[in-house]
Antibody, heavy 114, light 107 residues
Framework: QVQLQESGPGLVKPSQTLSLTCTVS??????????WSWIRQHPEKGLEWIGC???????YYNPSLESRVTISVDTSKNQFSLKLSSVTAADTAVYYC??????WGQGTLVTVSS | DIQMTQSPSSLSASVGDRVTITCRAS??????LNWYQQKPGKAPKLLVS???NLETGVPSRFSGSGSGTDFTFTISSLQPEDIATYYC?????????FGQGTKVEVK
């Protein structure tokens, strides 16, 4: 069955760019009309929807993060990625990739600290 | 953005109790609402989609109802394994937005 797995650095310095990749296995990222999303969860807090990529390239970002977020897809690698620029400690969170709504990765903790 | 207001933020109930969580949308979202269960250290798990459609394999003690702006999620008989935080999410309009969550504990 289709599975998602996040990967990327667990520690990012302030002002740098956070980069995460979600690898999709068991199915093609190009098949179907799905929304491939990134969601984050600050420690002991609720869920924050970051953005998504769909229709093989269209994107939509949460307006609160839009100026710093880029989501892209690499169909040859069956992956999609998140870049969040100019990070601060407030971006410390568990980041999830998902094929919304029913398939989620296990999540990866990213800490922003010098 | 559509705001989702979930209540209560936490509750404590006994095994066997009926538990009800409500979610209110800031505008009409028809039936485009999901309910998730999240256990500590785990990703959210989809329990109910389209406001009332129980996902395959989800126990029948879970149910959802509502449309428009007001929605309800019910556990008919609380079990120890239901200890978790529950979230609603609207997917009528991007950006999709979540409620604040309801932490369910057992007395």
């Amino acid at each position: 069955q289709v599975q998602l797995q996040e990967s990327g650095p667990g520690l990012v310095k302030p002002s740098q760019t956070l980069s995460l990749t979600c690898t999709v296995s068991g199915g093609s990222i190009s098949s179907g009309n799905y929304y491939w999303s990134w969601i984050r969860q600050h420690p002991e807090k609720g869920l924050e929807w970051i953005g998504c990529i769909y229709n093989s390239g269209s994107t939509y970002y949460n307006p609160s993060l839009e100026s710093r977020v880029t989501i892209s897809v690499d169909t040859s690698k069956n992956q999609f990625s998140l870049k969040l620029s100019s990070v601060t400690a407030a971006d410390t969170a568990v980041y999830y990739c998902a094929r919304e709504p029913e398939l989620w990765g296990q999540g990866t903790l990213v800490t922003v600290s010098s | 953005d559509i705001q989702m207001t979930q209540s209560p933020s936490s509750l404590s109930a006994s095994v066997g109790d009926r538990v009800t969580i409500t979610c209110r949308a800031s505008q009409d979202i028809d039936y485009f609402l999901n309910w998730y269960q999240q256990k500590p250290g785990k990703a959210p798990k989809l329990l109910v989609s389209d406001a009332s459609n129980l996902e395959t394999g989800v126990p029948s003690r879970f149910s959802g109802s509502g449309s428009g702006t007001d929605f309800t999620f019910t556990i008919s008989s609380l079990q120890p394994e239901d200890i978790a935080t529950y979230y609603c999410q609207q997917y009528d309009n991007l950006p999709w937005t979540f409620g604040q969550g309801t932490k369910v504990e057992v007395k």
